[in-house]
């Protein structure tokens, strides 16, 4: 009988520990901005990206995996012309701090994972490629504006940064707008 109470016990607190999570799908896409090492000029182009959250017990504490592609170029004229085209796919962890209840929910993000990048340089002489894979972290700012009870519409910026030796400072900034879709 003991034993019998025990595991109902556990199995009744397995079951509501799963239906009590939520899982968040949200695309979004928006502009890119970065330095580049050898230029004075900035990179700009567009962002988009898909992030798969995991919300146990509907606390404010997200889990999530984020996957994406940045593209930027730049043109430049330090005694040539020269034009410059970055690819960059991020893959990282996301942890998610969320503030707020009801329609809006604020929240802070994080970014921890690497990065694949292409990089392309045409001048009149010559052009040069390679490719590069590398840390990526950062953090972002952003909030939730829920338009039913599963849809809702997310705004965030974005700073990141990217060890590669493209950038001059390794910095990425972007702006995202989206949609999401709450599975619970």
């Known amino acids: 009988m003991k034993r019998t109470l025990i595991s109902l016990t556990l199995g009744l607190f397995v079951v509501t520990t799963i239906w009590s999570q939520t899982t968040y799908i949200t695309l979004t896409g928006g502009y890119a901005l970065a330095n580049l090492e050898e230029s004075d000029t900035n990179a700009n182009g567009f962002r988009i990206n898909g992030l798969f959250e995991y919300n146990p017990n509907d606390g404010v504490l997200s889990h999530g995996f984020s996957i994406g592609y940045i593209g930027t170029t730049a043109n430049s004229s330090n005694g040539q012309q020269l034009e410059y085209k970055l690819n960059n796919v991020p893959m990282y962890y996301a942890p998610k701090f969320t503030f707020g209840s009801g329609n809006f929910k604020p929240f802070v993000k994080g970014a921890l994972g690497m990065h ?3 990089y392309k340089r045409i001048s009149n002489l010559a052009e040069f490629k ?11 700012v952003g909030a939730m504006f829920f338009i039913s009870d599963e849809f809702y519409i997310n705004l965030d910026y974005e700073w990141a940064y990217l060890s590669n030796s493209y950038y001059s400072n390794g910095f990425m900034n ?7 879709y709450d599975f619970w």
């Open 174 to 180: 972007t702006f995202n707008l989206g949609v999401g």
């Open 116 to 118: 694949f990048s292409s």
């Open 130 to 140: 390679d490719n590069d894979v590398g840390f990526y972290g950062g953090a972002s």
